[in-house]
């Protein structure tokens, strides 16, 4: 396993290479070419600058989160083939770059969804929050205005405004597609990619869905063990595998997610560790990495990630805003770094077995 943080790049993330450096055991970042929209190809002089950048400062690029997916490949619109060569084309960049990961998502129009991005806890800290409640009431095309005023000024991954700027057309694109469709389009998608991830090696990383139900009636299906077990059978290539991210499967108290962890030996290739704390149906909010702050056991799942020998890049998620730190929601430096080394502690101990 290897430790790592999230980065999104000069220009973008408050947090600097030089201080994720200095968290214990960090060797790694996660990151991306984060200006570029979905479906443009990547440029390799580009990536190249990026990289130097990371190794200028004493760290590698682990991994990308994320080569994002134009929608016309999610809902097969005639121009789907054409996109699919552009991201092909991308990998290829990526390989040359010497990466061999990449994290993507299936999702329809939103990327991870929260009610709150800012929730007050009673230490003072703030977290991001989800009631379903709350969002049942809104109108979907106005939810990227409720985000990115509560943003502080930050682009969010998979909100960005050019792209929420049409949020009524991509509305329309997915009305009829429902989950089977989805499916499919995923299917036809990974198998027409296949063969480029295993020329160049590249391990293709699906995040599962956020939080881990339906929303606003739009089509979901990266949502439990089912879903994934579905997944890597469907296309059963070690190239096709998953991030597993703890807090998005763990948004649902019926996900068992050291369970799922078991089930999906060998092709995790990814893994986003953090912990949510469950309030009642469909409400949830972001917690400490600690076990005891939250409501997923965080020993039994770094557990059962060295019982399968996970050996891949591994991230901290969202943390915590505390100590009146200004940052991307989710993403501020302290509580990540906290976390981080929470994790480590218990790999540590995983590793010399209580001895
Ligand atoms: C999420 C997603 O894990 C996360 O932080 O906020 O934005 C995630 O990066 C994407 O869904 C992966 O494609
Ligand atoms: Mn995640």
Redesign the pocket.
């Known amino acids: 396993m290897e430790m790592t943080m999230r980065w999104f790049g000069p220009g973008f993330d408050p947090v600097t290479l030089d201080k994720i450096r200095q968290v214990p055991a960090v060797t790694g970042v996660i990151t991306t070419l984060y200006g570029v929209p979905p479906g443009e190809e990547w440029k390799k002089e580009d990536l190249l600058a990026l990289k130097k950048e990371v190794e200028d400062n004493g760290l590698r690029i682990a991994g990308i989160?994320?080569v994002?997916i134009h929608d016309s490949i999610k809902t097969a619109s005639p121009e789907r083939d054409k996109y699919i060569e552009k991201y092909i084309n991308t990998l290829k960049v990526v390989s040359q770059a010497g990466i061999n990961l990449v994290?993507?998502?299936f999702?329809a129009v939103f990327?991870?969804t929260r009610s709150d991005l800012a929730k007050p806890r009673p230490d003072g800290a703030n977290v991001m929050a989800y009631q379903q409640k709350f969002i049942d009431e809104i109108n979907p095309d106005t939810m990227f205005d409720v985000i990115s005023a509560k943003s502080q000024g930050h682009v969010l991954?998979?909100w960005e405004p050019e792209r929420m700027a049409k949020v009524k057309e991509l509305f329309e694109l997915y009305k009829n597609i429902d989950d089977k469709t989805l499916f499919a389009n995923l299917e036809y998608f990974l198998k027409a990619i296949m063969p480029t991830c295993e020329k160049y090696g590249i391990l293709m990383a699906i995040?599962p869905d956020?939080p881990a139900w339906p929303v606003f009636g739009l089509p979901r299906i990266v949502k439990n063990k089912e879903d994934l077990q579905r997944l890597v059978k469907t296309v059963d290539n070690p190239h096709n595998g998953v991030?597993l991210?703890t807090g998005?499967l763990g948004s649902s108290p019926s996900n068992d997610i050291p369970d799922i962890i078991r089930s999906l030996k060998g092709r995790i290739h990814f893994a986003?560790v953090r912990n949510v704390k469950h309030n009642g149906p469909g409400d949830f909010e972001e917690s400490a990495h600690l076990s005891s702050d939250g409501s997923l056991d965080m020993y039994a799942i770094m557990k059962s990630l060295y019982d399968i020998g996970f050996d891949g890049p591994l991230r901290p998620?969202?943390g915590r805003c505390i100590w009146g730190e200004t940052s991307m929601p989710?993403y501020g430096l302290y509580d990540r770094a906290i976390g981080l080394s929470y994790l480590s502690g218990i790999w540590e101990a995983l590793q010399k077995g209580g001895k």
């Open positions: 989160e994320s994002n994290c993507y998502n999702m990327d991870w991954p998979g995040h956020d991030t991210c998005s986003h998620d969202h989710g």
